[in-house]
């Protein structure tokens, strides 16, 4: 079964700073997505960034990008020039290619984005 | 207007009542989805559904049932609600294609506490 640990409960940077979040997976999958969803104070999750497993290169949107390290099954997000807005829960997801479609979701880390 | 619309946005309801948490959605998605949050725990997958034919459990069905009234439709009931209940309730859904990007789209939760 596949499983997806957050290390980092909670975090705290100032304002625009670079911060990394961490996310380590195990799976014996070889194929599969990894994701990160933002969970502001209005509760609605949204996706961040999203990332292929076949893919060597890292994802990036804007601000926010990932370290993916498939021999480490590490996926750890960096969110560069923190703004406020980027206060959240975030979320790193799993989901293997092939049958169910399920996305298994880790824990979460609080990050807080201090003025 | 929201894509992903949940009634009760919130609910304080007593042990043993019965509960209905409704999700509608205009996104023309055939994929819907119940998740719960609790604090520490991430999100878990109560019910799912690929069609209004297709209901399918997730990894913490007990206690749950689902109804998938029409494509838009997805509602999700607790027969008799108990205090371990009480959590932050997510609908989503996705669109086929999302099966191969794993991208879901959230309504905005029900919290629900159960006294």
């Known amino acids: 079964a596949q499983t997806v640990t957050q290390s980092q409960p909670e975090m705290s940077v100032q304002e625009a700073e670079t911060v990394t979040l961490s996310c380590t997976y195990d799976?014996?999958?070889?194929?599969?997505?990894l994701f990160w969803y933002k969970q502001p104070p209005s509760r609605q999750m949204i996706l961040v960034i999203r990332?292929?497993?076949?893919?060597?290169q890292n994802a990036t949107e804007n601000r926010f990008s990932v370290n993916f390290q498939k021999a480490a099954k590490s996926f750890s997000l960096k969110i560069s020039d923190s703004q406020l807005g980027d206060t959240a829960m975030y979320f790193c997801?799993?989901?293997?290619?092939?049958?169910?479609?399920?996305?298994?979701f880790g824990k979460g880390t609080r990050l807080h984005i201090l003025p | 207007d929201a894509d992903v619309t949940q009634t009760p946005r919130n609910r304080i309801t007593k042990t043993g009542k019965r509960i209905m948490l409704e999700c509608s959605q205009t996104?023309?998605?055939?994929?819907m989805y119940w998740y719960r949050q609790d604090p520490g725990l991430g999100l878990r997958l109560i019910y799912y559904?690929?069609?209004?034919?297709?209901?399918n459990k997730g990894e913490i069905s007990d206690g749950y049932s689902v109804s998938r009234q029409a494509q838009a439709k997805f509602s999700l009931s607790l027969e008799s609600a108990i205090p371990n209940q009480t959590a932050l309730y997510f609908c989503?859904?996705?669109?086929?294609?999302?099966?191969?990007?794993?991208?879901?789209?959230f309504g905005e939760g029900s919290r629900l506490t159960v006294l």
């Open positions: 989503a859904t996705s669109e086929v294609a999302g099966q191969y990007t794993g991208e879901l789209f």
């Open positions: 997801a799993f989901m293997k290619h092939g049958g169910g479609r399920r996305i298994i």
């Open positions: 559904s690929f069609d209004v034919k297709d209901i």
């Open positions: 996104k023309g998605h055939d994929r």
């Open positions: 990332q292929e497993a076949y893919k060597q």
């Open positions: 799976t014996s999958e070889n194929n599969y997505y």
